[in-house]
């Protein structure tokens, strides 16, 4: 069986209400990849966030249960629901997938 690896952006944050704050106003952005940027290096408490929340291409395995399970089930090139594990809520935007 392959390894399916992706490449993403997050956005780490503490609060169910920030997350749910910025993904609104992500969404309503003219172009919601900029703005997920923007946000990124904004509020994101990963060190991801200075570049803007790219985490590069990553294996299924070396992120938390809940993150990969989001990666994998959302639609690429958009923002998916916020998903909480063990480090915060995160916002995520996949851009490629090996599946």
């Known amino acids: 069986m392959a390894i399916r690896r992706a490449h993403a952006r997050h956005i780490l944050?503490?609060?169910k209400g920030e997350a749910a704050q910025l993904r609104e106003r992500i969404e309503k952005a003219r172009k919601p990849?900029?703005?997920f940027q923007k946000m990124a290096r904004k509020?994101?408490?990963c060190?991801?966030?200075s570049k803007g929340g790219d985490l590069?291409?990553?294996q299924e395995r070396q992120?938390?249960?809940e993150f990969s399970q989001a990666v994998w089930g959302q639609d690429l090139n958009a923002i998916g629901p916020f998903v909480k594990t063990?480090?915060?809520y995160h916002l995520i935007w996949v851009h490629e997938r090996d599946d």
């Open 63 to 65: 992120m938390a249960r």
């Open 86 to 88: 063990g480090f915060g």
């Open 33 to 35: 990849l900029k703005e």
């Open 43 to 45: 509020h994101s408490e």
């Open 13 to 15: 944050v503490r609060s």
């Open 56 to 58: 590069g291409w990553f």
């Open 47 to 49: 060190p991801s966030g």
